[in-house]
T-cell receptor, first 113, second 112 residues
Framework: KAGVTQTPRYLIKTRGQQVTLSCSPI?????VSWYQQTPGQGLQFLFE???????NKGNFPGRFSGRQFSNSRSEMNVSTLELGDSALYLC????????????FGQGTRLTVV | GENVEQHPSTLSVQEGDSAVIKCTYS??????FPWYKQELGKRPQLIID?????GEKKDQRIAVTLNKTAKHFSLHITETQPEDSAVYFC???????????FGAGTRLTVKP
């Protein structure tokens, strides 16, 4: 069974640009969550999608958005990039959420210059 | 939303000693508490989890305890080995709600 796949693995963008990250969950998993990981800040919850609907949202500005497609694949978009957006972005998929194990992807390392 | 605090942020132990990491949570409705291990350059992976209907769970050298009244849970690693060195994250979420919030992580170093 294929694991959670995130693309691209690495990205370098310029301040003010926008970026789209992709996450393909494990087959059969309907819940996809996104996290921002920075040194010292741990895993900060961005949002969670379930059956194409955003079910939960963390405390990030509106520049961070996402969506989920009918095949459960999810994308995350960050507009008007700032230097502080440089981080490892991880997505995690689970069967339904709640008390189901979350499986993480390898992450996308975003560097904003 | 849920707020999870984790202590300590760094922990260094001698091989063979025990390590304890503690977390507190704010949402009394949370009832699922997983622990993830992240080795350097790798993705976080689940090592053990506990649900609110039990107070303790053990898996070989790893155990987790939960005190719902006090809203805290702990990870215990016995007979630590150098390969236990990693960052450990606790998390909490509610049933039927995948709003899983993580603690800030504990960097565990096991010295041989």
């Amino acid at each position: 069974k294929a694991g959670v796949t995130q693309t691209p693995r690495y990205l370098i963008k310029t301040r003010g640009q926008q970026v789209t990250l992709s996450c393909s969950p494990i087959s059969g998993h309907r819940s996809v969550s996104w996290y921002q990981q920075t040194p010292g800040q741990g895993l900060q919850f961005l949002f969670e999608y379930f059956s194409e609907t955003q079910r939960n949202k963390g405390n990030f500005p509106g520049r961070f958005s996402g969506r989920q497609f009918s095949n459960s694949r999810s994308e995350m978009n960050v507009s008007t990039l700032e230097l502080g957006d440089s981080a490892l972005y991880l997505c995690a998929s689970s069967l339904a959420g709640g008390q189901a194990e979350a499986f993480f992807g390898q992450g996308t390392r975003l560097t904003v210059v | 939303g849920e707020n999870v605090e984790q202590h300590p942020s760094t922990l260094s132990v001698q091989e063979g000693d025990s390590a304890v990491i503690k977390c507190t949570y704010s949402d009394s409705a949370s009832n699922y508490f997983p622990w993830y291990k992240q080795e350097l350059g790798k993705r976080p992976q689940l090592i053990i989890d506990i649900r609110s209907n039990v107070g303790e769970k053990k898996d070989q050298r790893i155990a987790v305890t939960l005190n719902k009244t006090a809203k805290h849970f702990s990870l215990h690693i016995t007979e630590t080995q150098p390969e236990d060195s990693a960052v450990y994250f606790c998390a909490a979420s509610r049933m039927n709600n995948n709003d899983m919030r993580f603690g800030a992580g504990t960097r565990l170093t096991v010295k041989p």
